[in-house]
Structures are given as structure tokens and as C-alpha cells.
């Protein structure tokens, strides 16, 4: 059986999911994230790198809504992400991950300005912060993701850490 704690990690991740406030994930949540870092990035949508992302943000939020949406009402609430959440990564976390691969990818590319294959921690930290996370939480969360300390954030890192965001406490 899965601890309650444990369940209190998960379900406090929600709000970083629920763009804008309203009590559930959606479509519009992750459209509206897309957007955000376009906009943070001044790249258009209609651009190769827009389209990849709001490709990424409809795969992502396609298999979050095969893990968690049991009603199928298109919504998912907090106790259906908690539900699928803590299924899935009980089951398997890296799994868990690949759902959001295509997104994480494209979030990378737009966020590579020098088209290297790899954003800087600082460029990392500006992609957080257009998805909702305050300045110094996003620039901490940014360094933590290089892991061989090169300043450039991969792919790899990026999707392994993934999982563990849902793992570990704040």
C-alpha cells in the first residue's frame, strides 16, 4: 500500500500542472504552458520549434490523460492525478517519464538559443519560471538538473529528473 505521505508528495504537484487555478488539469493547461515559454523565448507558434512544442504538450497531456482521467471527462482532477500519479510510478517511474519526453524535448529546443543540443542553467531556469515557478526556486531547480556540472542541460538529465520531481519532497 502506498503511504499517505507519499500521496501528499504527489498531490502537491498538481497546482504545477493546473496553469490556471481552476481545480483540475486540461487541454488548456498545457496549451497555456506552451505558450508561456514561446512567449518567454519570442518564438512563434507557428514556428518548427512552436509546433514541436504544442506537439510535445498534446502527446504529454494525451498520456497524462490515459494515466489519470478515469471518468474520461477530458479533466483530470486532483484526486484522478494522485490516483494515476502514485499508479504509475509504483508501477514504473522512468514510464511515468516518457510521457513527457516529447514535451521535454521540445522545451529544450526552444529554449537552445545557440542550437547546440542543450540549454544553459539559466536558460533552463527561464523555461521553469514561464511554467509558474518563482525565480529562486527555478534557478535552484535548474542547477540541480546539471548533474556532470558543464552548465548545459541535456535531454537525459532533464527526463530523469522528471520522475523524481514526484518522488521527493519540496
Do not use: C
Not at 515559454?37 to 507558434?45: I, K, P, Q
Request: zero cysteines.
Amino acid at each position: 500500500m502506498v503511504s499517505t505521505e507519499y500521496e501528499r508528495r504527489i498531490a502537491a504537484r498538481f497546482a504545477t500542472f493546473d496553469q490556471d487555478g481552476n481545480g483540475y488539469i486540461d487541454r488548456e493547461d498545457f496549451n497555456a504552458a506552451t505558450k508561456a515559454v514561446l512567449t518567454e523565448f519570442g518564438v512563434r507558434a507557428r514556428s518548427d520549434k512552436g509546433q514541436a512544442l504544442y506537439i510535445g504538450a498534446e502527446a504529454f497531456w494525451q498520456g497524462m490523460a490515459g494515466i489519470a482521467d478515469r471518468d474520461g471527462d477530458q479533466r483530470i482532477t486532483r484526486d484522478e492525478f494522485v490516483g494515476g500519479a502514485v499508479k504509475r510510478l509504483r508501477d514504473n517511474p522512468d514510464r511515468f517519464a516518457e510521457i513527457a519526453r516529447p514535451f521535454l524535448h521540445a522545451a529544450l529546443a526552444v529554449a537552445d538559443t545557440d542550437g547546440d543540443g542543450a540549454a544553459t542553467v539559466d536558460e533552463t531556469a527561464r523555461v521553469l519560471r514561464a511554467l509558474g515557478a518563482p525565480g529562486e526556486v527555478a534557478a535552484a531547480a535548474a542547477a540541480s538538473l546539471d548533474t556532470d556540472a558543464d552548465g548545459r542541460i541535456g535531454e537525459k538529465e532533464v527526463v530523469g529528473a522528471f520522475a523524481r520531481y514526484f518522488t521527493v519532497p519540496e
